[in-house]
C-alpha cells in the first residue's frame, strides 16, 4: 500500500512539474518579445528584464525538483526490483528443493503392468 502511495505521489510530482514547466517557458518568449519591443520606455525594459530573469530562476527551479524527483522514482524503482528479486530467489530455492521429490514421486507412483 505504501509502495502504491509513493508511486502515485510521484508520477503527480512529475506531472505538476510538467505543467508549471509548460506555464513558465511561454511566460518567457511572451517577455523577451516584450524587451524587444522598441516602444517601452527603459524603465519598464528593465522591470520586464527582472520579470524575464525570475522566470529563468523559476525554470531552472523547476528542472532541478523534476530531477530530484526523477532519483527519487529511479531509487523506488531500484528498491522494488531489489525486493522482487530476493522473492525470485527464494521461489527458485524452494522449487530446487522439492524438484526431486516430485520426480520421485511421479516415477515411483506410476502403476506398471
Not at 5 to 23: I, P, Y
Not at 67 to 82: I, P, Q, Y
Request: charged share 25%; glycine share 4%; proline share 2%.
Amino acid at each position: 500500500e505504501n509502495e502504491a502511495q509513493l508511486s502515485a505521489a510521484v508520477q503527480s510530482m512529475m506531472r505538476e512539474g510538467n505543467n508549471l514547466k509548460r506555464w513558465v517557458i511561454p511566460a518567457q518568449r511572451v517577455v523577451s518579445n516584450l524587451i524587444q519591443d522598441d516602444m517601452l520606455d527603459s524603465d519598464c525594459k528593465l522591470y520586464l528584464q527582472d520579470v524575464r530573469d525570475h522566470l529563468e530562476q523559476t525554470s531552472d527551479d523547476i528542472n532541478a525538483l523534476l530531477e530530484g524527483v526523477r532519483a527519487l522514482k529511479e531509487e523506488h524503482d531500484h528498491a522494488l526490483n531489489l525486493k522482487m528479486n530476493s522473492t525470485m530467489h527464494m521461489l527458485t530455492v524452494v522449487a530446487a528443493v522439492a524438484m526431486p521429490g516430485q520426480f520421485l514421486s511421479s516415477v515411483f507412483g506410476m502403476n506398471f503392468e
